[in-house]
């Protein structure tokens, strides 16, 4: 940090390494990152490193810069917004954020990148994949409901809702069998 514009982490690394400074640093090191990746000289490829090792803070109040940055042109380019929301879904820590963000901004969704699939593809689908309560599966079909401008995205939105379901199900059936074996092996 103290030389910004000699970078001594090879490149094969410098994914994991920007990940974990940012998810066990602190928000100096966040926004350390965040100001390397606005760099004009900077290549795509590393502006791309950096924008990935951004979703990986833990801190609720960076999730959400980084949220916000999604529907400002200035500071995330439109084709990033699908890539940015799934590398957030990846983050335990950012994926309530992400799913609220998404219901929230959804007519902005539609409007800039299109009715259909990309959207649900590339958020939804990984949203709902981690759901498995009666209470998310009902709140995604609430969602469906109210979201119908999802165009060639609807079959996808749909395989979401059967995944969920089996998820519950899944959960119905094997939570408790699950929980009694792990008590049994950690005592």
Wanted: aromatic fraction near 6%; charged fraction near 20%.
């Amino acid at each position: 940090m103290r030389h910004p514009d000699v970078n001594l982490i090879p490149q094969d690394l410098r994914k994991a390494v920007y990940c974990t400074a940012v998810r066990e640093g602190s928000e100096a090191v966040w926004n350390f990152i965040a100001k390397q990746r606005l760099q004009p000289n900077i290549s795509q490829m590393e502006a791309c490193l950096l924008r990935q090792a951004l979703t990986c803070t833990r801190q609720p109040e960076l999730i959400a810069t980084v949220l916000s940055w999604m529907t400002q042109p200035h500071k995330m380019r439109l084709q990033d917004v699908t890539n940015t929301a799934e590398l957030l879904l990846d983050n335990p820590n950012a994926r309530p954020a992400v799913w609220l963000w998404m219901k929230s901004n959804w007519a902005w969704l539609v409007d800039k990148l299109g009715e259909g699939t990309s959207i649900c593809q590339h958020i939804i689908k990984p949203a709902a994949a981690r759901m498995n309560t009666r209470a998310e599966l009902a709140e995604l079909r609430a969602f469906g409901k109210q979201a119908t401008d999802m165009g060639s995205g609807r079959p996808s939105y749909l395989q979401s809702v059967d995944r969920v379901h089996a998820n519950v199900q899944w959960m119905q059936r094997n939570e408790r069998t699950v929980e009694q074996w792990l008590v049994r092996f950690l005592d």
